[in-house]
């Protein structure tokens, strides 16, 4: 069973387009993080959202957390070909401070 | 700034042949842990160490064993490599932070194959 899901799973748009990516859980978040991965590297953290309801911005990408803390939305504005890479959530579930679980992931293609 | 540092970041190995992954840290972290990462599959939890000379099981430990004799080390050892081990080993560190936020740090990945 997969604690979070992470939607879609594949995303090849243009340029210039917006996007949104989703990462639901029937369980509650103690907090979750989005990380952006390129290939050949680790994952790189952009975000960390702890209060539901919270959005946080970071220049064209925009992080939303549920207000039942059960869900994140990731909406990038005007992609760019920069923009492409794996974007993984990921989040301590079950009230333990020690284990970060992680979706599979949305692959995420901007072609110029 | 080294960060989080893993070697080999490469390695065929035969069936049946061990080896050892080292990640080392120079950031003063806590926590450290060791993911698999497979295509389709994301990020799973092998093992993860809470402090200098402990270790816990994660999502999938079968076949795995680690140990972190010091703060800066975390190593992942493989008794008997088998094909099902073939995959990109994560090595992170991470300093715990109020409210569950703090930011795990990756090492650049290790490629190991399995034949």
């Known amino acids: 069973t997969q604690l979070l899901e992470q939607s879609p799973q594949f995303l090849s748009i243009q340029e210039g387009e917006n996007l949104t990516v989703y990462c639901n859980s029937s369980s509650v978040f103690s907090s979750l993080q989005w990380y952006r991965q390129e290939p050949g590297e680790g994952p790189v953290l952009l975000v960390t959202v702890v209060t539901g309801g919270e959005v946080k911005k970071l220049k064209r990408l925009t992080f939303q957390f549920g207000d039942a803390r059960k869900d994140s939305s990731l909406h990038i504005t005007a992609a760019q070909p920069g923009d492409t890479g794996l974007y993984l959530c990921a989040a301590i579930l079950g009230g333990s401070n020690y284990k970060l679980t992680f979706g599979k992931g949305t692959l995420l293609t901007v072609n110029p | 700034n080294a960060g989080v540092t893993q070697t080999p970041k490469f390695r065929v190995l035969k069936t049946g042949q061990s080896m050892t992954l080292l990640c080392a840290q120079d950031m003063n972290h806590e926590y450290m842990y060791w993911y698999r990462q497979d295509p389709g599959m994301g990020l799973r939890l092998i093992h993860y160490?809470?402090?200098?000379?402990?270790?816990a099981k994660g999502e999938v430990p079968d076949g795995y064993n680690v140990s972190r004799l010091k703060k800066q080390n975390f190593l992942l050892g493989l008794e008997s490599a088998a094909p099902s081990q073939t995959s990109v080993y994560f090595c992170?560190?991470?300093?715990?932070?109020?409210?569950?936020?703090?930011?795990?740090?990756f090492g650049e990945g290790s490629r190991l194959t399995v034949l």
């Open positions: 992170a560190s991470r300093e715990p932070g109020r409210r569950y936020t703090g930011e795990l740090f």
């Open positions: 160490s809470v402090g200098e000379g402990t270790t």
